[in-house]
């Protein structure tokens, strides 16, 4: 996350030239036996949902597949095994920003294998309870590639996913299911993907934008309208 930090700072503000690759290299410094980034040695691999953040980060700072080495074939082999959507989307987007299309291409697919289910508990995950306590409202999703529609709902806090579409529910959206994926796990901007990849039946634009904001906070409203 530092490294992260320092590398959109530079991009606006000076900073020692040496503070980039110092840090990198400590990361570098942290790739174990196993392939896995250990965050301090006595701990321990940290897993594939770091491992993941780890690699993704260092290619985001400029950082190569030669810089990585074996780190990449641990996580090939992670996204792989995981059904895990935030892992198999950190892995697409470090293989995509170091031009290893084969690799990306490959976990988009494992992204189109996982159910919808996984991305509507994703949602629930990252549903901010404080902001949507107040809120009552109901979105029907309607998948037009696979002819299958969801009602989710909002209520004081918390959220509910029921099977097929409510007449009576406030915002109706139709998208493809695989583009509806790839905005969840990041591989589309959000706000460029619900003005092109989300046709709004019912409850207008704006509207839709809002309620996904409870789901990421740093949703950009008005690029959206």
């Known amino acids: 996350y530092g490294l992260l930090q320092f590398a959109e700072m530079k991009k606006v503000y000076p900073i020692d030239e040496r503070l980039l690759p110092r840090t ?3 990361m570098m410094s942290q790739l174990g036996d196993d392939g896995y980034f250990r965050v ?5 691999a940290v897993g594939a949902n770091n491992h993941a953040y780890i690699c993704w980060a260092l290619t985001q700072a400029g950082f190569t597949a030669d810089d990585l ?5 641990t996580l090939l082999a992670a996204a792989q095994a995981s059904e895990d959507p935030y892992v198999t989307a950190l892995a697409a987007l470090t293989f995509a920003n170091i031009g290893h299309h084969e690799a990306f291409a490959e976990i988009a697919e494992m992204l189109a294998a996982m159910p919808l289910s996984v991305f509507f508990d994703g949602m629930a995950v990252n549903l901010d309870g404080e902001a949507a306590w107040t809120v009552q409202r109901s979105v029907v999703f309607e998948f ?3 002819d299958q529609r969801y009602t989710y709902i909002v209520r004081r806090g918390a959220s509910e996913l029921l099977d ?3 007449p009576e529910a406030d915002i109706h959206v139709r998208v493809d299911s695989q583009a509806f994926k790839e905005m969840l796990a990041g591989l589309r901007n959000p706000a460029l993907s619900l003005v092109r990849d989300f046709e709004v039946v019912k ?4 509207g839709f934008a809002r309620f996904m904001r409870l789901f990421q ?3 950009d409203i008005d690029g959206t309208s």
């Open 40 to 44: 301090q040695p006595r701990w321990g």
């Open 24 to 26: 990198a290299d400590w």
């Open 203 to 206: 409850g207008g634009r704006i």
């Open 69 to 73: 080495g074996p780190a990449l074939d």
């Open 217 to 219: 906070p740093d949703l």
């Open 144 to 146: 037009t590639d696979i």
């Open 164 to 166: 097929g579409a409510l």
